[in-house]
């Protein structure tokens, strides 16, 4: 961290109390100088903030959306300005303890799918009215936005980014065909050569698609024969994926412990670039920074990286935008609608590496700018994706997009509708979660044998014994003579 002077401390501290003021009392602030605060809580480089500055067709660097927004406002609203007050979190459980220690008041925070589900059971966040955003009804993908809906999160959320968590992988060391399944992360063949998450649900999903394996095998099987439609099947992966019994944590703790005992370690971000330079072959990961490693490692060291969904299924994630508690809401709707736009969906896109809600002309065609090739030998439909959210004089058929090469970042941007049945949405464990934080930090304890540690402890108590007892002979040999001097 750059240090800091007395200076820049006592700036910081006026600033602080600025801010405190102007949320604490706005109606004052706004009659002095008609200028409103927005509170923004979301991850870390998570949106567009031109610190590495994308360019126009003109060569002219693009402001961060967060200027664009303020400016956006300013010309929309004659007479009046908002300044943006931005802060980030890098995991769900630092956003949400800090939404509940009250110290602050956010006007948006951006959690992920089950801490929705956990904020809004435990009524700590407004409901969302989305007749207020409509560029987010008009853009937005119908079918995100359907299932949204049909979980419940549209009364308190409007999706922001979404992906899915799979494997990057290096093909020169590593066998295409292993990736296609959890199971090879168990494999000899590559111990020590693994990054899985130091994130409880996303392992905990490694873990159970491991012990149910048979059971999503046969799913499988019943759907390609036509037993079972494709939503039974996908209920059946959703079922599985979700379970939290005491048996199954029983199972996933054995599964996961094995595991550890062949991984190279667990990480949070460090894993996208640690597979770039070689450190592994093998990175469990979230698809945006999937993408974020295959384009570093093509574009710095010419190295090819893949990216691969495995077949026994996987999770499907969304992070949304929320409004807590007491939440300025008419300003919070303002910068929702802005987002929503397909332009700066697409500088989000372009700059972050996660896929937005956002679909619509424009971003269907960065996804052929990118990805699109007329004489590729792959095809994948679309339109599960774009469909409703094009202009009428679009030609539909762009959304079936071809393309030279498939497992890469045109996958993990936009999986198959085949891949994305094979999803499961990750639900809130609601009070049975404890249950499984406590087999998450076994997992995460030390995995040395019992015989070591009793032994351990053996010599160190011994040890101690010993030095006490010398303390202890030590001290009366000085007491008796001490006595026997008078």
């Not at 989305?130 to 308190?156: C, H, M, R, T, V």
């Not at 130091?198 to 390609?224: H, N, P, W």
């Not at 709707?333 to 972050?352: G, H, K, T, V």
Request: hydrophobic share 35%; glycine share 6%; aromatic share 12%.
């Amino acid at each position: 961290m750059k240090k800091i002077n007395l200076l820049s401390l006592t700036l910081l501290f006026a600033t602080a109390i600025s801010v405190g003021a102007l949320r604490s009392n706005a109606s004052v602030i706004q009659a002095d100088s008609d200028t409103e605060t927005l509170m923004v809580y979301n991850w870390g480089d998570y949106i567009y903030d031109a610190s590495e500055p994308i360019e126009d067709e003109e060569g002219n660097e693009i402001p961060s959306i967060i200027n664009q927004f303020e400016e956006y406002y300013a010309e929309k609203h004659p007479g009046k300005k908002v300044h943006v007050e931005y802060e980030t979190f890098d995991t769900n459980e630092v956003m949400l303890n800090e939404i509940k220690t009250g110290k602050t008041q956010y006007d948006l925070i951006c959690p992920s799918d089950y801490i929705i589900q956990k904020m809004s059971r435990e009524n700590m966040l407004e409901k969302i009215d989305l007749s207020q955003i409509p560029n987010y009804q008009k853009y937005a993908s119908q079918y995100l936005q359907k299932l949204f809906a049909d979980n419940g999160w549209d009364e308190y959320a409007c999706g922001y980014m979404w992906g899915t968590v799979g494997l990057t992988y290096n093909p020169e060391y590593v066998d295409e065909y292993d990736m296609r399944s959890w199971q090879s992360l168990w494999s000899i063949d590559y111990n020590k050569k693994i990054l899985i998450k130091d994130s409880m649900r996303d392992t905990y999903l490694v873990g159970i698609m491991k012990v149910y394996r048979q059971e999503l095998d046969e799913a499988k099987e019943r759907f390609e024969e036509g037993l079972i439609t494709i939503t039974e099947y996908n209920s059946i992966i959703s079922e599985i994926f979700n379970r939290h019994d005491e048996k199954t944590l029983s199972l996933v703790e054995k599964s996961l412990s094995t595991l550890k005992k062949n991984i190279y370690g667990f990480e949070v971000d460090s894993g996208k670039n640690d597979i770039v330079t070689g450190k592994v072959d093998i990175n469990l990961a979230w698809s945006g920074d999937a993408v974020y490693s295959m384009n570093t490692a093509e574009e710095e060291d010419g190295v090819i990286l893949n990216y691969s969904i495995p077949e026994e299924g996987s999770n499907i994630w969304f992070d949304g935008w929320c409004m807590p508690k007491g939440a300025n809401k008419t300003l919070a709707y303002e910068f929702l609608d802005f987002i929503s736009l397909p332009s700066i969906a697409r500088l989000n896109m372009e700059f972050i590496g996660y896929t937005s809600f956002i679909a619509g002309d424009e971003i269907l065609d960065m996804v052929w700018d990118w990805y699109g090739d007329e004489e590729g030998e792959y095809s994948v439909d679309l339109t599960y994706f774009f469909n409703g959210s094009l202009s009428e004089v679009y030609d539909s058929s762009k959304m079936i997009v071809k393309t030279a090469e498939l497992g890469r970042q045109f996958s993990a941007q936009y999986p198959s509708l085949d891949v994305v049945n094979r999803c499961a949405v990750m639900e809130d464990f609601g009070d049975e979660n404890e249950k499984v934080v406590a087999m998450w930090e076994t997992i995460k304890a030390n995995d040395v044998p019992l015989w070591i540690i009793i032994t351990v402890c053996a010599i160190a108590a011994g040890g101690i014994g010993i030095y006490a007892l010398s303390k202890y002979k030590k001290t009366r040999h000085r007491r008796r003579r001490r006595k026997s001097s008078h």
